[in-house]
């Protein structure tokens, strides 16, 4: 008998990939996780039904939520994520020569725990000695801090749940606080094929506090309609113009995607002018 794994990305909409192996399922305090072997894509993270990061593809979704603001920022030296427990975040983050300290808040210990298990590739940067893995809400941590960070990256699960504050105005504004006075914010805003009421929240959230706020996108095969949108927020440097120019090994990101990522779709200009 064949085993298939689906995720419901709209009511009328399945995404489907057989799977070899059931690694590990459970409920958490905060959500259903799941890990499944696929064929197509290698190792698999769902919470709540919702595809996180695969073996095959997650190399996409990792360098983008990342560089753009790290390549952008000349001193990114202390760097946040909120969320991201799977690691993948956290390994270019540590990576980048500019950065010193990466710390990662992520509310659910299990999801780390299952990228220890599971995702070597993930969670090798858990040992990396700049990073810093804390276990708490990324709402509360945020409130706590002022002035420290040069970048914040917002690598949540979609605004249900845990993460549904993650998307709202006082937690854009708790972020400026807790940016220097040239810092940056990135945050994961969904697709916009399905998702334009997330992108238009997050977009007129960060808008109302970030003097610049721009959109980019990035193709990624796994989440849903394939085309990933990503918003960031910047109190200083235009986060389209890459300053650093070190040598990293990119698998999907070059200078010029840097700049090309911010190019938008006619229906995706729309989406963020009709949100502010
Ligand atoms: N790349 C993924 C995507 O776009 O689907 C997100 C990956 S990562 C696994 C998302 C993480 O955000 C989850 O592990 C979840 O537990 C965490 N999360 C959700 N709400 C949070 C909160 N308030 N504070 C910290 N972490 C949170």
Redesign the pocket.
């Known amino acids: 008998m064949e085993l298939w794994v689906t995720e419901y990305q709209t009511p009328a909409l399945g995404f489907s990939c057989k799977a070899s192996e059931t690694l590990r399922v459970k409920q958490t305090a905060?959500?259903h996780l799941a890990v499944v072997v696929t064929e197509q894509f290698g190792k698999m993270?769902l919470?709540d039904g919702?595809?996180?990061?695969t073996e095959k593809d997650?190399f996409v979704?990792?360098e983008m939520?990342t560089m753009i603001a790290l390549n952008a920022h000349p001193a990114p030296e202390n760097v946040l994520i909120?969320?991201?427990?799977?690691g993948?975040?956290l390994r270019e983050v540590v990576r980048h020569p500019g950065v010193s300290r990466g710390t990662l808040?992520?509310?659910?210990e299990e999801?780390?725990q299952a990228s220890r298990d599971f995702f070597p590739n993930h969670s090798c940067s858990f040992n990396d000695p700049k990073a810093r893995l804390i276990i708490?809400?990324?709402?509360q941590?945020i409130k706590d801090n002022r002035n420290a960070f040069d970048v914040v990256i917002v690598?949540?699960?979609?605004p249900v749940?845990?993460?549904?504050?993650?998307f709202t105005a006082p937690f854009y504004e708790s972020v400026y606080q807790a940016l220097k006075d040239d810092g940056m914010l990135v945050v994961?805003s969904?697709s916009p094929f399905f998702n334009e009421d997330v992108i238009k929240m997050a977009y007129s959230g960060i808008n109302e506090f970030f003097p610049i706020t721009k959109l980019y996108l990035a193709a990624i095969p796994t989440?849903p309609s394939g085309l990933?949108s990503f918003t960031v927020g910047s109190k200083y440097y235009d986060p389209e113009k890459p300053v650093f120019t070190g040598e990293l090994d990119f698998k999907y990101y070059t200078p010029e995607i840097h700049q090309a990522a911010f190019e938008l779709p006619a229906f995706v200009k729309k989406i963020i002018t009709e949100g502010v």
């Open positions: 905060f959500q993270l919470l919702m595809v996180q990061t997650e979704y990792h939520i909120i969320g991201g427990g799977d993948g975040a808040v992520e509310i659910d999801v780390a708490a809400d990324g709402i941590f690598d949540s699960t979609e749940g845990p993460a549904r504050a993650l994961q969904e989440y990933w």
